[in-house]
């Protein structure tokens, strides 16, 4: 998930599933056009549509590319989104969250790093590689955490699709894009831990929205210089919004609503489908095309992904 957060828009179910209920925070009114709008929609839907919002807005940041570059592009993207969620969630900034600041300083610098290597990946392999294998990082966690023997047919297939791809590293595959895609999937596994942390330090997404802040800062220094021309071009500012707002503001939005209606299960088990629509999507607007390993790699990863989030509760350690 291009974290949101890809991908922020990657955050985990469980811990958006808290903020959606928190009793913390204020219910927002629901007879407005767009919640009516949102509420016509199915939950599963809702999840789907994140997940391809997310992958369109990665395809558009890959276009801006030759122009800003990886990092000029994901400095705009983080920044334009703190500033989004700032207006949106108004966070509270209190002695609570004075008191969370080492906690929160290492969110935002998981954030920035996570974003960072993500777009560094996608600009040297394709985006549906890319973002299978950062998948492997919430997949891990989720296997990390369990006990069950099960568990090992998972990582047993993971690890399958992964090894089909390791004769293309250096011929067809960069390197060092599938490196930066490795260390993407560690910090959205260090991400979904400090989001359970975040969440329960501070009400609703008031933690979420100082997290971005915290690493505009920390992408500051590194993505300024890159990202200038943003400010002399008016189209190209509208889109980097874009990008900002695919990714990251739409995404959050609907996965939030669709989890104050499905279950914190049944929203893992659609996430999982994300490696494959990130190839479809980069195959229609990119022109990305897969071979049969790339192909089975991403069912293999999917597959065990799903198999690891239905039977969490149907086998005891």
């Known amino acids: 998930m291009d974290v949101s957060m890809k991908d922020t828009s990657a955050t ?37 549509l994140a997940i391809l919002s997310i992958q369109v807005g990665a395809a558009l940041a890959i276009q801006l590319f030759s122009v800003i570059g990886p990092l000029g592009t994901v400095f705009c993207r983080v920044g334009l989104s703190a500033i989004i969620f700032v207006i949106l969630i108004r966070p509270r900034i209190d002695s609570t969250t004075v008191k969370s600041g080492h906690l929160l300083l290492l969110y935002g610098f998981t954030l920035a790093a996570m974003n960072w290597c993500f777009y560094e990946a996608i600009a040297r392999i394709p985006l549906g590689i890319a973002v299978t294998i950062e998948f492997m990082g919430p997949l891990s966690v989720a296997l990390a955490t369990s006990r069950r023997r099960i568990d090992l047919l998972w990582v047993a297939i993971a690890l399958l699709g992964l090894l089909k791809l390791a004769p293309d590293i250096g011929s067809g595959l960069d390197r060092l894009g599938i490196l930066f895609a490795g260390i993407a999937a560690v910090g959205w596994a260090v991400f979904i831990v400090l989001s359970k942390r975040v969440g329960q330090a501070l009400p609703g997404n008031d933690g979420l929205a100082c997290g971005m802040v915290i690493a505009t800062v920390f992408l500051l220094p590194f993505g300024i210089g890159a990202a200038t021309p943003v400010l002399f071009d008016f189209q190209l500012l509208l889109a980097v919004l874009a990008v900002a707002v695919l990714s990251t503001t739409i995404p959050f939005f609907l996965e939030f609503e669709a989890l104050r209606r499905l279950p914190a299960r049944t929203y893992s088990i659609l996430v999982t489908l994300e490696p494959a629509i990130a190839a479809l999507v980069a195959a229609i607007l990119l022109g990305e095309a897969l071979g049969a390993d790339a192909v089975f790699a991403i069912a293999c990863v999917t597959a065990a992904a799903i198999g690891a989030t239905w039977f969490r509760d149907r086998y005891s350690p």
């Open 12 to 48: 985990d179910a469980s811990a958006l599933h808290l903020a959606a209920h928190d009793p913390r925070r204020e219910d927002r009114p629901r007879s407005n056009p767009l919640t009516a709008a949102l509420d016509a929609v199915p939950p599963p839907g809702l999840v789907i």
